[in-house]
């Protein structure tokens, strides 16, 4: 921080972003990265990993609620669920409003990450104590590699893909999340922003549309993220992502039936990204 403005420093961002600070209110290192989470003026508390923001309290509901709840609403009745990543629990949180899950698997590399967020942002970590919970702290690609088990969905809750987090964007990746689904599962990452990251989201869609027997696209607008035109990506063994099995029947303050019909990248954009 320097006069109570905090730069982020993220590698994978042509900008940088500054942000009015009322506070520090923890600060640590972990075995994996750096953890920090500060009292935002406008965006109130925040969550940094290695210098950037990975959601703040204002916006974090939009990301983890597009990020969740469009697959979970393609699925008729979703069972079992892996998250890969998410500490914080937001995407947690989304996932243990369906009473159709019975079983949920969270695979966070750090523990830390959990345990901080368990303290200092309860509005996300609302379900750690879910009986329905399975935590494991291990690396997600390992996981996925060795899992013996399969998903109805599979939701990958990552930071940006570099550093440890560069393996879960790989093919291989996808291709043993392909194993671990069941014949009608899906599969949703956050993807990046298409006005900073256009390659690498036209990157992973081939990746998908190899794999999956449909691969496709939604976005929402972010306030947090640098490039702002966030991007998410699907993949599906038979189901149509785009038609929403059941109607919205959760809380939710962002995600709804017509904003679910109305994600997705219209047919004309998408076919100009993935001839780029």
Same mark, same amino acid.
């Given at each position: 921080?320097?006069?109570?403005?905090?730069?982020?420093?993220?590698?994978?961002?042509?900008?940088?972003?500054?942000?009015?600070?009322?506070g520090?209110?923890?600060?640590?290192?972990?075995?994996?990265?750096?953890?920090?989470?500060?009292?935002?003026?406008?965006?109130?508390?925040?969550?940094?990993l290695? *210098?950037?923001?990975?959601?703040?309290?204002?916006? +974090?509901?939009?990301? $983890? %609620?597009?990020? /969740?709840?469009?697959? @979970?609403?393609?699925?008729?009745?979703?069972?079992?669920?892996?998250?890969? *990543?998410?500490?914080?629990?937001g995407?947690?949180? +989304?996932?243990?409003? $369906? %009473?159709?899950? /019975?079983s949920?698997? @969270?695979?966070?590399?750090?523990?830390?990450?959990?345990?901080?967020?368990?303290?200092?942002l309860?509005?996300?970590?609302?379900s750690?104590?879910?009986p329905?919970?399975?935590?494991?702290?291990?690396?997600?690609?390992?996981?996925?590699?060795?899992?013996?088990?399969q998903?109805?969905?599979?939701i990958?809750?990552?930071?940006?893909?570099?550093?440890?987090?560069?393996?879960?964007?790989?093919?291989?990746?996808?291709?043993?999340?392909?194993?671990?689904?069941?014949?009608?599962g899906?599969f949703?990452?956050?993807?990046?922003?298409?006005?900073?990251?256009?390659?690498?989201?036209?990157?992973?869609?081939?990746?998908?549309s190899?794999?999956?027997?449909?691969?496709?696209?939604?976005?929402a607008?972010?306030?947090?993220?640098?490039?702002?035109?966030?991007?998410?990506?699907?993949?599906?063994?038979?189901?149509?992502?785009?038609?929403?099995?059941?109607?919205?029947?959760?809380?939710?303050?962002?995600?709804?039936?017509?904003?679910?019909?109305?994600?997705?990248?219209?047919?004309?954009?998408?076919?100009?990204?993935?001839?780029?």
């Amino acid at each position: 921080m320097q006069d109570l403005v905090f730069f982020e420093r993220d590698p994978f961002s042509p900008i940088r972003y500054a942000y009015e600070v009322k506070g520090q209110l923890h600060r640590e290192q972990s075995q994996f990265q750096e953890i920090l989470v500060l009292d935002l003026a406008h965006f109130g508390r925040a969550l940094v990993l290695d *210098g950037v923001v990975q959601l703040t309290e204002r916006d +974090e509901y939009i990301y $983890h %609620e597009m990020l /969740t709840q469009v697959a @979970l609403h393609s699925h008729p009745s979703p069972e079992s669920v892996l998250i890969v *990543g998410g500490g914080d629990g937001g995407s947690l949180r +989304e996932v243990a409003k $369906h %009473e159709t899950v /019975t079983s949920i698997d @969270l695979v966070e590399l750090d523990p830390k990450v959990v345990e901080v967020c368990r303290r200092f942002l309860p509005t996300l970590a609302t379900s750690f104590d879910d009986p329905r919970l399975s935590t494991s702290h291990t690396d997600g690609a390992q996981f996925l590699k060795q899992a013996d088990q399969q998903y109805d969905l599979i939701i990958v809750d990552c930071t940006d893909p570099v550093g440890p987090a560069q393996a879960l964007s790989t093919r291989e990746f996808f291709a043993d999340s392909v194993s671990c689904l069941k014949p009608d599962g899906m599969f949703v990452a956050q993807t990046e922003s298409l006005h900073f990251h256009r390659h690498f989201v036209a990157e992973v869609q081939r990746y998908l549309s190899q794999l999956f027997p449909i691969a496709d696209l939604y976005t929402a607008a972010l306030a947090t993220y640098a490039g702002n035109w966030w991007t998410f990506s699907v993949g599906s063994k038979s189901r149509d992502p785009r038609t929403q099995a059941r109607m919205c029947q959760v809380p939710a303050r962002y995600y709804s039936d017509d904003v679910h019909a109305q994600s997705f990248l219209p047919g004309s954009l998408y076919r100009k990204l993935m001839q780029e």
